[in-house]
């Protein structure tokens, strides 16, 4: 209160006399619970009883004491009515129509007004809202909760109706709202914010995948008022480790959801938001990390040697999108008899800070498959075991996957080491120093071929084994993303050129030795194609027709790559799918059409 009358929020005189009524109502309470030992803020309707606290609280008789409660009470009542008049004035506002929701049958003007915004089944609206009222769900069932409900409807059944998709954002809304624990809090901050009200609503109809996220965690929109980043925390060595996983799941949920949030409403480009996603994964496998190892540690002593956690796939191409899961690979430098067990139990200790649900929250899905050996090998990989697979053992697709390569944590020096280790695996493959290569005639058209032809071969595997779903199969299908990771990782391969090894697919086209019109193809495919899948994975949660997309999203879409209109942009989406899988055609030697 003190901090309010500083501010100028309230008067010096209200502030006064709210807390010394505060002082008196508390007192009271502590005399009602001493009685009978008891947990109760309700004063006894029986005058015997009621004189009995009076007495307590220092009143000769309970006239006096009735009388003061009531002025008290009174005085609260009248500053807390001065501070909510314009909730007042908003529950009344009948510019939409009637908007009835008391009583059996529907209120006919109601149902006109419903139907006016666009919601093709008014009466189901109506009988939800009717529950509500009816205190059926968590935050309405205190008078307040009510109160605020009334008085915010008129805005948010407008919003849903300018969403174009109002059925859509009632039902997710609906699911948010029953979610709620206790609605007065939620309710006054959308009461006081009327922008995140809107923001709100547009966000549940547009991006199904956040409002699922909403749902479960309405505590998330205190993020978007406060308009500020989360505040990172700080894991010390004595933080312990189940504490360390609440934290950063906390910190990370709200720095999720805030990316996404920003995405889908344009605040960042769809072009920049794999750098955010890659950040925040990036920071929280250093932070994993650092309190798996000192758990491991703590557990079964001092770690050996030095260790490093590699990033591959998306990750390694700092090319992540909403719900990616993280492909990782630890690495250890130390006498694997002896260390062998320490760096088992701090990669398990790892995955289960990066995958296991806690009550905060889980964090990602982690795939360790592109690990020497795969699923059949060691959780860590020592050193030397990962050169000697890589210089004498690997397949093609090994080192086509090995491209993507990028230390994350651990020892630097280590992962320069490493780094090189697969430089030279790479550019060997070319050279055709690698086993499985039969070099034959020793010459590079014959070294070329062999890595072409393992390239082609599992490309037409995948078309056959994955077929595309569609023009909105962004990835595997004919043209999709698939298509030009393929052409870059061949052109690596095949250069033996460690000067030309790049992990992000976009890195790698420019550096690549191709003709200027392929890779302006790839090039202005590959960033519309991200573009795209950015927005359709963090509203959808997968890639899917465009008929699962509302309205909305459609736009969204738009705004993400350019296009004037969806139709434009499904035009140009099969232009440029249809360029990439030519060009792959050509430089993977694949049959025209795939089945």
Known sequence: MEALRDGGVVADATARDLSEAYCQLRNVE??????HDEQTHTVPADPAERESVAFLCGYPNLADFDRDLLETRRLVQGAYDTLFAAEDRAAGDDRLGNLVFTGVDDDPGTVETLSGLGFSNPSAAIDTIRNWHRGR???????????LLTAILPRLLEDMGKTGEPDEAFRWFSRFFDGLSSGVQTLAMLMAEPDLLDDLVATLALAPRL???????????????????????ILAPETGFDAALDLWRRYHREQSFLIGHRLLHGLIPAAEAARHWTELADETIR????AAAAETARRYGPQPGRWGVFAMGKLGGAELTAGSDLDIIVIYDADPLEAQTWYTRFTQRLITA????TAEGELYEVDMRLRPSGRAGPVAVSLPAFEIYHQKEAWTWEHMALTRLRPVAGDADLGATVMAIAAQAITSRATGKVNNIDPGSNTAVTISAGIEADISDMRARLYREKPGAGLWDLKTAE?????AEFIAQQEMLRAGDPALIRSATLDAIEAAPLASDEKAVLLDGVRFLQALQQVQRLALGAEGASEAMPAGLRDRMCRAVGTEDFAALEEKLSSIKSGIHALAVKKLHLPATET
């Open 30 to 35: 502590h005399r009602l619970q001493m009685r």
């Open 137 to 147: 769900v968590p935050a309405t069932r205190t008078g307040r909760g009510r109160e």
């Open 479 to 483: 043209g999709g993303l698939i298509d």
């Open 211 to 233: 409002a699922e996220i909403l749902s479960r965690r309405p505590d998330l929109l205190e993020a978007l008022v406060s308009g500020q980043a989360p505040r990172r925390p």
């Open 287 to 290: 932070e994993m990390s650092a």
């Open 354 to 357: 990066l995958t296991a649900p």
